[in-house]
């Protein structure tokens, strides 16, 4: 049986491969004037205020819509910092759970389910993707690593803006931080040629018990066929509580195939 909702590969479709080539970029741009921060000190404020915890817990609100169908759900969210997201929708009539080594869920409502582990699904959906740029989209983190590049900074409608010295001719990337937390406003990451752009606007932050979370997150994945949004909203949510990941499959279920 294959998946007709697009949502799971939109969520799962979160990066691509990065092929760096030639192709310097290092001017102001229409709407960009010099920042008052360096790209290295931008760079360091950023993965200096990364969240610092070890559980986190509440519920998420996500709606869905593939440009003909759109769908929304409350569900409750868990998630053990490097180790475990857990996802569970009211009456567990759908649930998942992420790891380094598994991506795993099921449905009721059609007794189906998907158990497997990211190197499967980077075949299947021909990107690289782990854990860890999961999760740190979940936070308001860079889903790349921005140590692995040389950036200009530049400040853009009061934001601050890092674009890669030496842009890739087949990927492109483009980051803003907030200044006041040093945490993503939007993240982008295209191949133009092929008409695909991965765009992650996050609306707004939160501060719960002293730590800045997000609010709202838009997520944008399109090509030249199919535009998919995802709207994420984040409500109830506490830190360092204990939290337990309860996952069975349940017997019966039907491999799924995912298209």
């Known amino acids: 049986m294959k998946i007709k909702n697009r949502a799971l590969i939109c969520l799962l479709t979160l990066s691509f491969l990065l092929n760096l080539s030639c192709g310097s970029k290092n001017v102001l741009e229409a709407g960009e004037i010099k920042s008052d921060m360096s790209a290295k000190n931008i760079i360091k404020n950023h993965y200096d205020n990364a969240l610092d915890f070890v559980t986190m817990s509440g519920r998420i609100r996500i709606d869905y819509t593939d440009g003909e169908s759109t769908q929304g759900v409350t569900v ?15 009456l567990s009539v759908v649930k998942a759970i992420i790891t380094p080594t598994r991506v795993s869920f099921y449905n009721k409502l059609d007794n189906t389910y998907f158990d497997g582990d990211f190197s499967y699904l980077n075949k299947l959906l021909g990107t690289e993707l782990n854990y860890q740029m999961v999760q740190d989209l979940l936070l308001g983190q860079a889903i790349l690593d921005l140590h692995d590049q040389q950036y200009y900074a530049a400040s853009v409608a009061n934001k601050y803006q890092l674009k890669p010295e030496d842009q890739a001719a087949l990927f492109k990337t483009l980051f803003l931080l907030e200044p006041s937390n040093f945490k993503m406003a939007l993240q982008q990451i295209s191949q133009p040629q092929k008409g695909r752009l991965l765009s992650i606007d996050y609306k707004n932050y939160q501060t719960v018990d002293g730590k800045v979370i997000p609010n709202e997150i838009q997520i944008n994945a399109m090509d030249k066929e199919h535009k998919n949004q995802i709207e994420i909203e984040y409500n109830n949510i506490e830190f360092n509580k204990h939290v337990s990941f309860p996952y069975n499959i349940p017997s019966g279920f039907k491999q799924v195939e995912i298209e």
């Open 76 to 90: 409750s969210l868990r998630m053990q910092k490097d180790e475990a997201i857990w996802i569970s929708a009211p």
